[in-house]
Protein backbone atom coordinates (compact mmCIF):
# COMPACT_ATOMS: atom_id res chain seq x y z
CA UNK A 1 0.00 0.00 0.00
CA UNK A 2 1.48 3.48 -1.07
CA UNK A 3 0.33 6.77 0.84
CA UNK A 4 0.46 10.24 -0.31
CA UNK A 5 -0.14 13.40 1.17
CA UNK A 6 0.49 16.42 -0.82
CA UNK A 7 2.26 14.53 -3.84
CA UNK A 8 5.03 13.04 -2.22
CA UNK A 9 4.84 8.94 -1.45
CA UNK A 10 5.10 8.90 2.86
CA UNK A 11 7.50 6.41 3.94
CA UNK A 12 5.74 3.40 5.81
CA UNK A 13 7.87 4.28 8.78
CA UNK A 14 5.90 7.91 8.89
CA UNK A 15 2.06 6.53 8.18
CA UNK A 16 0.24 6.32 11.45
CA UNK A 17 -0.99 3.30 12.84
CA UNK A 18 -4.38 4.05 12.93
CA UNK A 19 -4.11 4.28 9.46
CA UNK A 20 -3.21 1.15 8.45
CA UNK A 21 -6.02 0.04 11.30
CA UNK A 22 -8.38 2.12 9.43
CA UNK A 23 -8.39 0.84 6.05
CA UNK A 24 -8.27 -2.74 7.41
CA UNK A 25 -11.16 -2.41 9.27
CA UNK A 26 -13.18 -0.51 6.56
CA UNK A 27 -11.72 -3.11 4.25
CA UNK A 28 -12.78 -5.81 6.33
CA UNK A 29 -16.33 -4.68 6.82
CA UNK A 30 -17.15 -5.14 3.08
CA UNK A 31 -14.77 -8.45 2.31
CA UNK A 32 -17.89 -10.54 3.15
CA UNK A 33 -16.44 -12.70 5.45
CA UNK A 34 -18.49 -15.00 7.57
CA UNK A 35 -16.40 -14.11 10.96
CA UNK A 36 -14.82 -10.68 12.07
CA UNK A 37 -12.51 -10.71 14.77
CA UNK A 38 -11.11 -7.54 15.82
CA UNK A 39 -9.06 -7.16 19.03
CA UNK A 40 -9.63 -3.56 21.46
CA UNK A 41 -10.96 -2.06 18.01
CA UNK A 42 -10.24 1.38 19.68
CA UNK A 43 -6.76 1.62 19.84
CA UNK A 44 -4.77 3.99 18.08
CA UNK A 45 -8.18 5.49 16.66
CA UNK A 46 -9.43 8.97 16.71
CA UNK A 47 -13.46 8.73 18.10
CA UNK A 48 -14.68 10.44 14.99
CA UNK A 49 -12.59 7.80 13.51
CA UNK A 50 -13.88 4.52 15.75
CA UNK A 51 -17.28 6.14 15.55
CA UNK A 52 -17.14 5.37 11.00
CA UNK A 53 -15.83 1.96 11.62
CA UNK A 54 -18.06 0.73 14.07
CA UNK A 55 -21.11 2.34 11.63
CA UNK A 56 -19.45 0.48 8.86
CA UNK A 57 -18.80 -2.55 10.54
CA UNK A 58 -22.38 -2.14 12.18
CA UNK A 59 -23.69 -1.99 8.36
CA UNK A 60 -21.66 -5.66 7.58
CA UNK A 61 -23.48 -9.06 7.14
CA UNK A 62 -20.62 -10.90 8.62
CA UNK A 63 -20.73 -12.25 12.58
CA UNK A 64 -18.00 -9.47 14.50
CA UNK A 65 -16.37 -10.81 17.76
CA UNK A 66 -14.60 -7.58 18.96
CA UNK A 67 -12.78 -6.98 22.03
CA UNK A 68 -12.43 -3.91 23.97
CA UNK A 69 -11.95 -2.34 27.11
CA UNK A 70 -13.38 0.65 26.18
CA UNK A 71 -16.72 2.61 27.59
CA UNK A 72 -16.72 4.62 24.42
CA UNK A 73 -17.04 1.28 22.05
CA UNK A 74 -19.74 0.15 24.48
CA UNK A 75 -21.83 3.42 24.01
CA UNK A 76 -21.73 3.02 20.41
CA UNK A 77 -22.68 -0.32 20.29
CA UNK A 78 -26.26 -1.87 20.75
CA UNK A 79 -25.71 -3.50 23.86
CA UNK A 80 -28.02 -6.00 23.30
CA UNK A 81 -25.61 -7.90 21.41
CA UNK A 82 -22.77 -8.14 24.07
CA UNK A 83 -21.29 -10.13 25.94
CA UNK A 84 -19.16 -9.44 28.85
CA UNK A 85 -16.66 -11.20 30.22
CA UNK A 86 -15.19 -11.50 34.26
CA UNK A 87 -12.12 -12.87 35.39
CA UNK A 88 -12.65 -14.56 38.71
CA UNK A 89 -10.57 -17.07 41.12
CA UNK A 90 -12.41 -20.11 39.17
CA UNK A 91 -11.61 -18.37 35.60
CA UNK A 92 -13.09 -16.19 33.01
CA UNK A 93 -17.39 -16.07 33.54
CA UNK A 94 -18.61 -14.93 30.48
CA UNK A 95 -22.30 -13.06 30.89
CA UNK A 96 -24.46 -11.67 28.22
CA UNK A 97 -25.77 -7.78 29.06
CA UNK A 98 -29.12 -8.13 29.61
CA UNK A 99 -30.07 -4.30 30.13
CA UNK A 100 -27.88 -2.32 28.49
CA UNK A 101 -26.94 0.24 31.44
CA UNK A 102 -25.29 -2.58 32.93
CA UNK A 103 -22.67 -2.77 30.47
CA UNK A 104 -21.62 0.96 30.87
CA UNK A 105 -22.14 0.88 34.39
CA UNK A 106 -19.19 -2.15 35.28
Same mark, same amino acid.
Given at each position: ? *?? &??? %????????????? &???????????? !?????????? !??????? #????? #???? *?????????????? #?? #?????? %? %????????? !? %???? *?????? !??????
Amino acid at each position: M *KV &YQY %GYELDPLCIPDGL &YKTFVNSYSSRA !EAPLLIIDEV !ENTLHAK #ILQYI #IDEL *KNSESTMIITTHSP #IV #INMVDP %G %GLLMVEMTL !E %GSVF *KRVREP !EEARRD
